[in-house]
């Protein structure tokens, strides 16, 4: 024992007798409570990192330096207006990019995106990146935002639940439990969710039929949908669900319109809006939204377009040029009215959402949708010399005729409907000095191919100017730049002869000078 033990322990003693009589006195529990959460604990994912609290954004609006948040919109308005971008997420099979860098930035104080923002309504989240990938840090800096910008705030998440015989791995699968964990992690970062946009259910419960597909009725795929809304009205009793789903062959517009009436008949109440993730190959596009939107203006369910670029497409402004030129075809052309108009990405563009002032961001492509729509899509020519040439094919399959091969698009196609041996020949109307050619396939399965390049001046026989040949894959370039140019060409002659694939090309594009 050390010297002095004794006399300290009664000194001790007698502080803690005295401590105790005034607590006593004062009516104070001796054992208080421990403080806990006032909300049910957030379940994180294995990969989650909690974040000290990021500073509370305010926008730039007098509304909130008062710190009184802006009202929020009418959600009954229409069109309806949304954004949203691809967060920063982890590569993998199917996604080998990251989503726009600067997607933070957009929550920042003072983000250069008040005109685009001030004409939007609701602000979308991916179900996966607030799920599992968005820190706590971020996900309650997000919500701050969104709603001090007077946005209402979306999430997209999967409904359905997966069984032991099927759904496994499949989009739209998600289930309830990745719901919970969604509604969860917005209330803890003290957000509410106004919408949701349900992944595609009917289409992968119904028409999927790869591995582990399920093959569900719509009346089953009506009932799991109404158990994941119900679940998710437990979080936000007023949330406004609706479905997103994708329009490739064979899918028609009745199905679509037959899902809204058995949903309704199964459910006993309507979605809150359909959403269409067009296939932009299918050049009957315009006509499907159409027919799909007339029906649900007079079934009282608004639908809505999602305006994308191309998952293949080289840099932003080849994919806000693109997704310019399908809101021209749909709105100006055709006369589109949709109820309810998205702008998305999950393609690995575009890099920059600000800011709203640069024509080639994703807001400044909001911005001038609101300016002027006929301004938006292709600037000019891009010295692309095949660009609306004369084309003549082996072969074409109805809706894939030889001009989308050359219409600066790389959703559209030219397909030949079968293998090798077949052909496309572009006339380019003058002789040029032909200094690259970029070859952009469509191709299914990957593998080794064989290309023969022929060239011909206005007057003379074809000859055969490379063969290219070696491993590509869909959307993947195929480039030649011929040493000292190919002089004199009118006429570029381009045969497959060997392929693990139907014929097709995505793009053609040619560059030389007169």
């Not at 490379?466 to 959307?475: F, I, K, P, R, Y």
Request: charged share 20%.
């Amino acid at each position: 024992m050390e010297p002095g033990g004794a006399a300290l322990k009664s000194y001790k003693l007698l502080r803690l007798i005295g401590l105790i009589l005034i607590l006593l006195a004062c009516n104070l529990p001796l054992f208080p409570e421990p403080v806990g959460p006032t909300t049910a604990p957030v379940r994180p994912p294995a990969t989650f990192v909690p974040e000290p609290a990021a500073p509370t954004p305010t926008a730039s609006s007098d509304a909130t330096a008062t710190n009184i948040p802006p009202a929020l919109p009418d959600l009954d308005q229409v069109p309806l207006y949304w954004f949203a971008p691809l967060p920063p997420m982890p590569t993998g099979p199917g996604r080998m990019f990251t989503g726009s860098d600067d997607f933070m930035d957009l929550f920042e104080p003072g983000a250069p995106w008040d005109e685009s923002a001030g004409s939007l309504q609701v602000f979308k989240l991916y179900g996966e990146w607030v799920a599992y990938h968005a820190t706590d840090g971020q996900l309650r800096q997000v919500v701050a935002a969104i709603r001090a910008r007077g946005l209402a705030l979306a999430v997209e998440a999967g409904p359905l639940t997966a069984t032991a015989e099927c759904g496994q791995g499949i989009e739209g699968f998600a289930g309830t439990d990745e719901g919970t964990l969604i509604a969860e992690r917005i209330l803890a970062a003290g957000g509410t969710l106004d919408l949701i946009a349900m992944d595609e259910p009917f289409y992968y419960g119904h028409f999927y039929e790869g591995p582990n597909a399920c093959s569900w009725s719509a009346e089953e795929i009506a009932a799991g949908v109404d158990a994941f809304i119900r679940h998710m009205r437990t979080f936000f009793p007023d949330v406004r669900v609706g479905d997103t789903e994708p329009t490739p062959h064979p899918v028609l517009a009745g199905d679509y319109t037959g899902w809204l009436s058995t949903f309704r008949e199964t459910a006993g109440y309507d979605l809150d809006f359909l959403h269409l993730d067009i296939d932009w190959s299918r050049t009957d596009w315009p006509l499907m939204a159409n027919e799909i939107d007339a029906f649900g203006e007079e079934f009282g369910v608004p639908v809505g377009i999602i305006y994308t670029g191309n998952f293949g497409d080289p840099d932003d402004e080849a994919w806000l040029s693109i997704a310019g030129e399908r809101v021209k075809a749909y709105e100006l052309e055709h006369g589109g009215t949709p109820g309810h108009v998205l702008f998305q990405s999950w393609n690995d563009k575009p890099d920059r959402a600000l800011p709203d002032s640069d024509p080639y961001s994703f807001t400044g492509f909001i911005a001038e949708y609101f300016l002027e729509k006929a301004g938006l899509g292709f600037s000019g020519d891009d010295g692309n010399l095949a660009f609306g040439a004369s084309v003549r094919v082996s072969n074409f399959l109805p809706g894939s005729e030889g001009g989308y091969a050359v219409d600066r698009d790389r959703g559209t196609i030219w397909s030949s409907g079968n293998g090798p041996v077949q052909w496309i020949e572009i006339d380019l109307g003058a002789p040029y000095d032909i200094t690259l050619i970029r070859l952009i396939p469509s191709q299914f399965p990957e593998g080794p191919t064989v290309h023969n390049v022929y060239g011909r001046g206005p007057n003379g026989e074809l000859v055969l100017l490379v063969t290219l040949e070696g491993n590509t894959a869909d959307s993947a370039p195929l480039e030649y730049e011929p040493p000292g140019g190919w002089p004199g060409i009118q006429v570029l002659h381009i045969e497959t002869v060997e392929s693990p694939s139907w014929v097709a090309w995505r793009e053609i594009e040619v560059y030389g000078m007169p």
